[in-house]
């Protein structure tokens, strides 16, 4: 089974500053990785899908990148609703595994 | 509007039963596969089952394995998921999601399921 490691588990940043989060698979997934925000109390939402695709309606000031077992999400400029959880989650195979999970705050 | 509804969770006895479904509106969900996953309290997302368009392709996480059953009656536009056996461990909120990954995935609102006695 494929393990999903994301780092850091919880970050916190000013509005403005640019953010990274970053993912790794246990074995090579291709391009089959999706980023997740999460806000609270709410569904998670697609944000990217194979790994550096922009959802339509997402706005561009995220971006994903990365191929094979190291990935990222950056949030070129971090704004006040952009707070909650962010997951990567592979689809390469099953079973379909997601990551531990990132917390963003806002100073 | 498309969207998934998810209805079935609430308090089971450890042991128990419980069938959440995941109606669709606005669209057909016999073109999609269909996923669960649960969030404990407190806790991440886990993947817990899958089934292809036409259910011939369906896949557990090893949780659910032998204790969970997956289907879908692609008529009424609903997939269930039939849970067995159920352990305080399996208390979360069970969301459906559509197409887990590529584009056009879609999530319900989650319906909380609690194991006790």
């Known amino acids: 089974d494929i393990l999903m490691t994301q780092s850091p588990s919880t970050l916190s940043a000013p509005v403005g500053d640019r953010v990274t989060i970053t993912c790794r698979a246990s074995?090579?997934?291709?391009?089959?990785l999706a980023w997740y925000q999460q806000r609270p109390g709410k569904a998670p939402k697609l944000l990217i899908f194979?790994?550096?695709k922009l959802e339509i309606g997402v706005p561009s000031r995220f971006s994903g990148s990365g191929s094979g077992t190291e990935f990222a999400l950056t949030i070129a400029s971090l704004q006040p609703e952009d707070l909650g959880l962010y997951y990567c989650?592979?689809?390469?195979?099953?079973?379909?595994?997601f990551g531990g999970g990132t917390k963003v705050e806002i100073q | 509007e498309v969207k998934l509804v998810e209805s079935g969770g609430g308090l089971a006895k450890p042991g128990g039963s419980l069938t959440l479904s995941c109606a669709a509106s606005?669209?057909?969900?016999?073109?999609?596969?269909v996923n669960w996953v649960r969030q404990a309290p407190g806790k991440g997302l886990e993947w817990v089952s899958s089934?292809?368009?036409?259910?011939?392709?369906?896949h557990y996480a090893d949780s659910a394995k032998g204790r969970f059953t997956i289907s879908r009656d692609n008529a009424k536009n609903v997939v269930h998921l039939q849970m067995d056996s159920l352990r305080a461990q399996d208390t979360a909120v069970y969301y459906c999601?559509?197409?887990?990954?590529?584009?056009?995935?879609?999530w319900g609102q989650g319906t909380p399921v609690t194991v006790s006695s």
């Open positions: 074995q090579s997934i291709g391009s089959w």
């Open positions: 989650q592979q689809y390469d195979n099953h079973p379909l595994a």
């Open positions: 194979e790994a550096s």
């Open positions: 999601a559509r197409k887990l990954g590529p584009t056009g995935n879609l």
């Open positions: 606005g669209f057909r969900l016999s073109n999609y596969t």
């Open positions: 089934i292809s368009s036409k259910g011939d392709y369906i």
